[in-house]
């Protein structure tokens, strides 16, 4: 039995680098310091069915055939090369190679490229650059923190260590008694499992977001609020919460879909990095997106060195343009303008609304992932990659924007191909067709 350690966790954007794997006969049997969704997706990688094979199919209706390597790599080329309005859409569960490796190809078919924060943290980053990201790493949190905001996220399921790890429980430099050196607020319209662990929870009436930031800003301000309620929570627990945070010695803002995905979107973002803008005239104050896929960040992070955009990117006119409502892989397919779409590392079947996956059910549709999905079943074209971070190396960034490396724990399966690599075979072909 080998025992690997300090392996980087490739499932949520905490990306734990504490984790530990033992490995039996080139399977890994036993994990340490990975919550559940961590420790299964190291012990369930091969999954119900593990794609380790090409395969195809001309009409959707029809079985899959096993198929080799080049024949499919052609046939993926000819697919892209011909389509008017080619689509490459995911990214999020792979490592930042592949995402060099993706945005060259959209340059090169003149596609519309983009990531799966187009439904979750997309008005986060296009709000960050509005107004600007008052950030700090996850590691001052930890050290430093003594008032900690949850806004629209829910980590004791969707992030489970963040908490014990940087957040609320963790013992820091400056925090030695960790939960009771901490002030916990919770802002969210339910009462989840995270907000009842905090000391003052916000229910916000859904989608009033904006309002209660609003109230929060117009109160550190100093004016007085004329209603008793505001966005369903009285005037006097506003104040009381305006108290906490101009008296915090360093604060934090966590922010997820909660906020992002509700009437608003990236405005309610705007104006909650205006809110910390303010709080730093008394105090310092910093905010930290919740990204959910573990390198749905870094995605963002090469689509801006590459392009000057983060996401929803068209290439289709020889440059890239960016003006999400238009340029998004979701506006292309709800328009049945897409007419091919290459799918990598996130599962659109499963989370798009209904008239775009009827789209994706129309078109040429290529999946390059380890396992079945809803869109996996939609493909005409299925090429099998290793994990990144499991049986193969890659760099992923943080929530935080902390890049790590993440480690190659056992072999892959023989007949998969490293994501990024799969995307150079696309791109050369491609270049020989066009
Ligand atoms: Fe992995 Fe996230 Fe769990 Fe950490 S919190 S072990 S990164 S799934």
Known sequence: MEVIKNIVCPFCGTLCDDIECHVDHGHI??????????????????????????????NKKDEFKVIDWDTAIEKTAEILVNAKKPLIYGFSATECHAHIEGMKLAEKIRGLVSNTAEVCHGPSVWALQDVGYPICTLGEVKNRADVVIYWGSNPMHAHPRHMSRYGVFARGFFRERGRKDRTVIVIDPRETDTAKLADIHLKVDPHKDYELVSALRASLKGFELKSDIIAGIPKETIEKAVEVLKNAQFG?????????????????????IQLIVDLNAFTKFTLIPMRGHYNVNGFNQVCTWISGFPLCVDYSKGFPEFNPGETGVTDSLMRNEADAM????????????????????????????????????LANIILPPTIAGIEDT?????????????????????GTLPDREILKKIFKKVEELI
Not at 43 to 49: D, K, L, N, Y
Not at 253 to 259: D, H, N, R, W
Not at 394 to 414: C, F, Q, S
């Open 394 to 414: 890659g760099t992923a960034y943080r929530m935080d924007g902390v890049p790590l490396e993440l480690k190659k724990v056992i072999n892959p399966p023989n």
């Open 342 to 377: 290459l799918n990598i590392a996130s599962d659109p079947g499963a989370h798009f609304p209904q008239k775009a996956v009827k789209r994706m059910s129309e078109i040429p549709l290529i999946c390059i992932d380890p396992h079945e999905t809803p869109t996996s079943v």
């Open 252 to 272: 934090e803002l966590f922010f997820a879909m909660g906020v992002t995905q509700t009437k608003g979107k990236h405005r309610n973002i705007d104006t909650a």
């Open 29 to 58: 049997v036993k994990t340490r310091n990975a919550c559940r969704i961590g420790h299964s997706k190291f012990t369930h990688r091969e999954g119900a069915v593990r794609y380790t094979e090409p395969l195809f199919r001309e």
